[in-house]
């Protein structure tokens, strides 16, 4: 007899080959899936803060409020759903620290040796953190000139 065909033994063995083989992937897919939530989780920290920095340099530079300390607090704190302590919570669940002094500084680089100062000019440093993940970002406002 001429047999061009599968019995059902040599089919149920490679249905059991498959599913080992699937079985001994999950744990490779979980670690990789959780990488994937890191960094998914590290663009949502970034986009938040880059979208907060924007909205500062816009209401200082264009509606030429005041660089001050407080105004900044008030810019983030009006866009923040909750206020936690000194932080303030985010709609997409970014926690940004409240900016103190050490944050907001005049801008200063160095030329030949020498700090000069550009005037009417902030370096502003602002920390955000989503779970255990944090990160920092630092910008440079310029304040329209009347």
């Given at each position: 007899?001429?047999?061009?065909?599968?019995?059902?033994?040599?089919?149920?063995?490679?249905?059991?080959?498959?599913?080992?083989?699937?079985?001994?992937?999950?744990?490779?897919?979980?670690?990789?899936?959780?990488?994937?939530?890191?960094?998914?989780?590290?663009?949502?920290?970034?986009?938040?803060?880059?979208?907060?920095?924007?909205?500062?340099?816009?209401?200082?530079?264009?509606?030429?409020?005041?660089?001050?300390?407080?105004?900044?607090?008030?810019?983030?704190?009006?866009?923040?759903?909750?206020?936690?302590?000194?932080?303030?919570?985010?709609?997409?669940?970014?926690?940004?620290?409240?900016?103190?002094n050490s944050?907001?500084?005049?801008?200063?680089?160095?030329?030949?040796?020498?700090?000069?100062?550009?005037?009417?000019?902030?370096?502003i440093t602002?920390?955000?953190?989503?779970?255990?993940?944090?990160?920092?970002?630092?910008?440079?406002?310029?304040?329209?000139?009347?």
């Open positions: 007899m001429n047999k061009k065909a599968f019995t059902l033994i040599e089919l149920l063995l490679v249905v059991v080959i498959i599913s080992i083989l699937a079985v001994s992937a999950i744990p490779f897919m979980f670690r990789s899936f959780g990488g994937f939530n890191e960094i998914t989780t590290q663009e949502v920290i970034v986009n938040s803060l880059q979208e907060v920095s924007t909205v500062i340099s816009r209401r200082i530079i264009f509606d030429n409020e005041i660089a001050s300390l407080d105004n900044i607090n008030g810019i983030i704190s009006s866009l923040a759903v909750n206020t936690v302590g000194n932080n303030y919570e985010l709609p997409s669940g970014v926690i940004i620290e409240k900016v103190t944050d907001v500084n005049t801008y200063t680089y160095k030329k030949n040796g020498s700090n000069i100062e550009v005037s009417d000019c902030l370096k602002l920390k955000g953190s989503k779970g255990e993940h944090n990160h920092i970002l630092n910008f440079i406002v310029f304040p329209a000139t009347r």
